[in-house]
């Protein structure tokens, strides 16, 4: 029997709104001493009541309206209940069945077989964050922050349409550069500001039928939650080979190790008794808000590889890399900007190619210590299109103005890196090359070739990489021959 891996994935974004969700405590908590954003309402203290912070609800309609959602024209809040020590209130406070946004759909690559797929989005809902416990494993004990209590979420969820962990992965990917490009939070995983759980079931291939699902915590990569969907689709393939039945649970992700272990099962599972929250009206949502929002949106990184893919004829992969992240493709529109020489292929392939060597050998994903201006880079550039500079020369001095933004023009010239263009000096360094060598003359006249080779290497020695190779081959043959 062949089975097939079914995926739903969801995902709470942090926002990065100026405060909480349902009070006026500051909501840049990272990084700030424990305990010191708190008030009556994220303790949750009784009579304390929650007030809605609009920055975040035109955030989620950013959002949802990015995921090609229907926006609700009423939406309301639910409280959720259970008991964990994270939890102030004892509930929290979520959305249950009229979330902010629903019905969505975003298109997700797959590189290796360059399929596209449909992912369709359940729904974005509003919520807030709970505290956050640091467990610490020497005295057994467990600290609380209560910093995070309180902070605006979004929960973004997919219905089962993934087939595979690099889809996964890629939606992942495609929904972190769509938060990023609305700059409504930082998407960043590793300080939990974008956390996913991993839903995954197998079933026969060729069935519709939805099985029993396992969900998958506690991932903090995105690569974390691919190696986990794998962990776990291969786990209830051989559990079904043996004859087991897969059980709903929920499962741990151990990336150190590289195994999830179960966290609770079905008879375990939470009842929430969701019921309205009697402390929020429900908010009525205008055609008009909405467009508003809509026509202010950003260009998104989607249609902005469509822009480059028909305005410079770049390939779709190559488009896909700019636009992965959004500082790349800012600079490779302010790089073709600063010269109207300069062409889209010709940007993309510096940045795409020499650029990210660069940035990957100084462990740079995010383009963060990168000095260099587009203005600059387009000098450096220029250089070599107008060859004046070699390639490699070039590549070098980029490694080295990476960080500096030292100027491409200035520090070439000044290092006599630019192509010799005196056809006399030329003349004089091969004069030299011929004289200082004479074993290789010799060679040459008894009819070894590959001696020209070895006096081209050494006047492009003398010259610093800057004389023009084929022009030395040619003046070193016109003088061997008049010796
Ligand atoms: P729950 O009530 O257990 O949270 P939901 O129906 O709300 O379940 O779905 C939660 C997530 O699980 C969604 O992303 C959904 O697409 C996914 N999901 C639901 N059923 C399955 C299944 N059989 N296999 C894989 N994923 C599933
Ligand atoms: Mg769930
Ligand atoms: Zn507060």
Redesign the pocket.
Known sequence: MSFEP?????VHVQLNTNSKMFCSCSGSYQEMEPNSLVCEVCLGLPGSLPSVNLEAVNSAIKLGLSLGCDISDVTKFDRKNYVYPDLMKGYQISQFDMPIATNGKINVENKSSEIKSLIRI?RVHMEEDVAKLIHNELNDSVFMDLNRSGMPLLEV?????FRSSEEAENYLIKLQSIVRYLGIGTANMEEGSFRCDA???IREKGTEK????V?IKNMNRIKAVARAIEYEILRQKKAVASGERIVQETRGWNDIESKSIPQRSKED?HDYRYFPEPDIPAIKITAKFVNEIKEALPELPEDKQARYINDFNLSSYDAGILVSNQKKAKFFDQVLNSSTKLDGKYVANWINVDLNAISNAQKDDELEKMEISPDNFGKLIMLVKENKVNKNTAKDLLSEIYSTNEDAENISKSRGLQKMEDSNELSNIVENAIKSNQAAVNDYKNGKETAVRFLIGQVMKQSKGTANPNSAETEIIKQLKNE
């Open positions: 079914v995926i739903g994935l969801e359940n969820v997919t219905e089962p349409d839903n995954v079931s939805l099985n029993e699902k969900e599972a």
